[in-house]
């Protein structure tokens, strides 16, 4: 029998301990789990999985933004974002950049293993409590207005934003993206003035309402 190579991606311990036991099935090998958007991008390169079950909002790198980064260097690699957010916008935005799979946290049990087997057929498979409206936004006009909104940023420019709204300061987003602080507040300033925003606060709802951070 043929076994799919799965990497798994969540922040949480006890979600990638339920999902590998919900995932012991003849037809899996799990081959890595990881905890953050940066290593996931990592694993994907290295591991070259057939199936990438990751969450959408992640610390560092947020599932969506990894996915963008996976897909521009593999577009074979099969991706199923597992998420608590029964939103019709995150769906639509992770379904448009190439994701086959989207399935709800709460219906992982029911629902993940067939979907895993429904994308490696060459389907794209969406939660059931969420399919109708999805697909009607996905095929209806001015769909996802906030998902396109988030895409005027520069890729670079959402890191900053989603750490920003994670709380890291100027000095930590520094460090970890190996730039300048002034380099962070350019950005920071950038996204505010392209954004229409003033404080962080309104910041801070503009990356929940995109998806960025929960």
């Known amino acids: 029998m043929k076994r799919w190579r799965l990497l798994l991606a969540d922040d949480h311990d006890i979600v990638l301990a339920g999902l590998r036991q919900v995932l012991d099935q003849p037809d899996f090998?799990?081959?890595e789990s990881v905890?953050?958007?940066?290593?996931?991008?990592?694993?994907?390169?290295?591991?070259?999985p057939d199936v990438i079950v990751a969450d959408v909002t992640m610390p560092l790198l947020n599932?969506?933004?990894a996915a963008r980064q996976i897909r521009s260097v593999n577009t074979r690699v099969k991706i199923i974002f597992l998420t608590m957010h029964p939103d019709v916008g995150y769906a639509t935005e992770a379904l448009s950049l190439g994701a086959c799979g989207y399935v709800l946290k709460s219906s992982v049990v029911d629902e993940l293993p067939s979907a895993i087997r429904d994308v490696m057929r060459g389907h794209t498979y969406v939660a059931r409590a969420i399919r109708e409206p999805v697909m009607i936004a996905l095929h209806g006009?001015?769909?996802?207005?906030?998902?396109?909104?988030?895409?005027r940023l520069t890729f670079r420019q959402r890191e900053v934003l989603q750490m920003l709204a994670e709380g890291r300061s100027a000095k930590e987003i520094a460090h970890q993206l190996n730039v300048t602080k002034g380099t962070v507040e350019f950005h920071k300033n950038r996204i505010k003035e392209q954004l229409g925003v003033r404080t962080m606060a309104e910041l801070a709802r503009y990356a929940v309402k995109s998806g960025l951070v929960t």
């Not at 905890?35 to 070259?48: I, M, P, Q, W």
């Not at 006009?141 to 895409?151: F, I, Q, V």
């Open 29 to 31: 090998e799990i081959v």
């Open 141 to 151: 006009p001015g769909h996802n207005r906030e998902a396109a909104s988030s895409r």
């Open 35 to 48: 905890k953050d958007g940066h290593a996931l991008v990592k694993a994907a390169a290295e591991l070259r």
């Open 63 to 65: 599932g969506i933004d």
